[in-house]
């Protein structure tokens, strides 16, 4: 299940490189960088910390 989540958090690293090229990012609605920096950042910090944290999930085993 641990490559699940690496493969999840590489998607979402390229997500994240995505949006930094383009200047937009999706989340209910398309945000632009130009009309609403605030929003923008906040919103490629919130992916960017999820896609960290899928390479540190713990598998239950010791």
């Known amino acids: 299940m641990t490559i699940f989540w ?3 958090g590489i998607l979402l690293l390229a ?7 383009h200047g937009y990012t999706l989340l209910t609605d398309f945000i632009y960088r130009d009309q609403e920096p605030v929003k923008y950042w906040a ?3 919130i ?3 999820l896609a960290v944290s899928c390479f540190f999930s713990w598998d239950g085993k010791k």
């Not at 997500?15 to 090229?21: E, S």
């Open 6 to 8: 690496r493969m999840v």
């Open 15 to 21: 997500w994240v490189g995505w949006d930094l090229y």
């Open 43 to 45: 919103v490629l910090g």
């Open 47 to 49: 992916w960017f910390i």
